[in-house]
């Protein structure tokens, strides 16, 4: 775990134990690895080898110009697969992180094995609720406390980070079915059943794609690894399971 050089911006990078296949697990938006690889690594981290990284504005990657869009994000990330992981890998990604992997999905079929998606919505409208990211931008003490600490950036950019992010949630992402069918990797669309978008566009997303399983988690919300940790494990581990299966079968 340390800063790496990512192609001119210093980039917060984790490397887990090489147990396996390369996997990049990607956290969700206005957060950071530190907070989501700890969710998935049980169920990954005896058969993967795990990478992860703080996207920029996020965790402890400073901010640079154009960040936050997500045409930006999916740039970011194949620029990690190809300088640091070095070859195709398996992609999980809760929320902002699962739409990348989407996105990547699609610019860079040659570099991803497949795909876990979990709280993913692969178009702006998706049926959120009215003024869903409007409203007074509250920040606990909690997390004020830990920008601070952990980011290069000034505590007072927090505000402005996250205001960009709700004004980008408005108009992005715009994948469309038409983009989703293109992608011929085999993905896992996970969601929880209370997600802030309707569960239509889940199965809109699941529906697109080629070589696809679906799970809607009962009685969890966005935080679905949270919400219902020991299901979402077991969800993980029968299709990480399933696609080893699928190798040896090939060979």
């Not at 980011?151 to 709700?166: F, G, L, T, V």
Request: aromatic share 10%; charged share 25%.
């Amino acid at each position: 775990m340390a800063y790496i050089d990512l192609r001119g911006h210093q980039t917060w990078s984790n490397e887990f134990a090489n147990n396996g296949e390369a996997l990049l697990s990607l956290h969700g938006g206005l957060s950071a690895s530190h907070r989501w690889d700890y969710l998935i690594l049980p169920a990954v981290a005896d058969n993967y080898h795990v990478y992860s990284y703080d996207r920029t504005a996020h965790g402890r990657t400073g901010i640079r110009p154009g960040y936050y869009h997500f045409e930006f994000q999916a740039n970011e990330a194949i620029a990690y697969i190809e300088d640091v992981i070095k070859g195709p890998t398996h992609m999980i990604g809760h929320s902002d992180g699962a739409i990348i992997s989407l996105m990547v999905a699609i610019k860079r079929p040659d570099l991803v094995k497949s795909i876990v998606s979990i709280g993913a919505n692969f178009n702006w409208d998706a049926g959120f609720a009215p003024n869903e990211f409007d409203g007074e931008i509250m920040i606990s003490e909690e997390d004020a406390a830990e920008y601070a600490e952990l980011s290069p950036d000034a505590p007072e950019n927090q505000q402005s980070i996250i205001k960009r992010a709700r004004e980008i949630w408005k108009s992005e992402p715009t994948m469309t079915t038409e983009d989703l069918a293109k992608i011929n990797c085999p993905v896992l669309v996970m969601a929880g059943e209370e997600e802030p978008f309707s569960n239509h566009h889940t199965i809109d997303l699941y529906e697109a794609l080629a070589d696809a399983d679906l799970a809607i988690v009962p009685g969890a919300t966005h935080s679905v690894m949270k919400d219902k940790p020991e299901f979402a494990l077991a969800i993980l581990k029968d299709f990480y399971s399933g696609l080893r299966e699928r190798d040896l079968d090939q060979q």
